[in-house]
């Protein structure tokens, strides 16, 4: 069995541990998503997993984590999405079965998107 404790210069190599991690403040906690990863495999969306999760079972998202918000300007209705164009179908939906107008906003930029009925067809 080859040692792995040395590289080809004789110095020992530190095994480097590249799990992201995501942090809450308002829980207070940080964790690895070694789960998603290895037990759901969920490869790239590991972090967008763990936020979905984590607002389900929280009623927010974890810290660093910019959602697309698409609420209605006539009714109270909204929903959040963590990938705009959920955002813009809901919206597009909204809109079209309803005939009301929806802005969408992302909490990063101070753009809005505007999605009118007529626009929704």
């Given at each position: 069995m080859p040692d792995d404790s040395n590289d080809a210069g004789g110095e020992a190599t530190a095994e480097v541990d590249d799990t992201p991690t995501v942090s809450c403040s308002r829980c207070d906690r940080e964790w690895d998503l070694a789960y998603e990863l290895d037990d759901l495999g969920v490869g790239n969306q590991a972090v967008e997993q763990f936020a979905l999760d984590h607002k389900r079972h929280t009623g927010h998202f974890p810290d660093d984590v910019r959602t697309w918000l698409a609420s209605c300007r006539?009714?109270?209705?909204?929903?959040?999405?963590?990938?705009?164009?959920?955002?813009?179908?809901?919206?597009?939906?909204?809109?079209?079965?309803?005939?009301?107008?929806v802005?969408?906003?992302?909490?990063?930029?101070?753009?809005?998107?505007?999605?009118e009925p007529d626009d929704a067809q």
């Open positions: 006539r009714c109270t209705e909204l929903s959040e999405h963590l990938a705009r164009h959920a955002a813009e179908r809901w919206a597009r939906t909204h809109a079209r079965h309803t005939r009301h107008t802005a969408i906003e992302h909490g990063v930029d101070d753009e809005t998107t505007v999605v």
